[in-house]
């Protein structure tokens, strides 16, 4: 069974927006928290948003804070990530994984997808 799905990264200029997609299985999704991810080569896997089972929770890594936008849409099973005004610096392979409680330590996911590539560059 494939568990979580990752779609809608590509390739996109500074300044631009991207709205990646997470696609999960009910039992990665339901009472679950889902969390964005991401890792560049050489690197640990880095928290970016999370989002807790109602939605009304939500947590952002300080340097995505107010242009990142984490939403949840249970009737879908999916979770999105709304990314604005893009840096060269959120190049990364972006994965969401899910977690029966919130945690920061990507150790800790029990679930995880396969990632989808975003890269800012003129």
């Known amino acids: 069974q494939v568990d979580l799905v990752e779609a809608g990264g590509g390739l996109v200029r500074p300044g631009d927006s991207l709205t990646l997609s997470c696609e999960a299985s009910?039992?990665?999704?339901?009472?679950?928290?889902i969390t964005w991810f991401r890792q560049d080569p050489g690197s640990d896997r880095e928290f970016v948003a999370a989002?807790?089972?109602?939605?009304?929770?939500?947590s952002y890594d300080s340097g995505v804070n107010g242009r990142f936008k984490i939403s949840r849409d249970n009737a879908k099973n999916s979770v999105y990530l709304q990314m604005n005004s893009l840096k060269p610096e959120d190049t990364s392979l972006y994965y969401c994984?899910?977690?029966?409680?919130?945690?920061?330590?990507?150790?800790?996911?029990?679930?995880w997808g396969q990632g989808t590539q975003v890269t800012v560059s003129l």
């Open positions: 994984a899910s977690s029966t409680v919130y945690t920061r330590r990507a150790q800790s996911y029990d679930y």
């Open positions: 009910e039992r990665a999704f339901n009472a679950r928290v």
């Open positions: 989002i807790n089972w109602s939605g009304q929770m939500t």
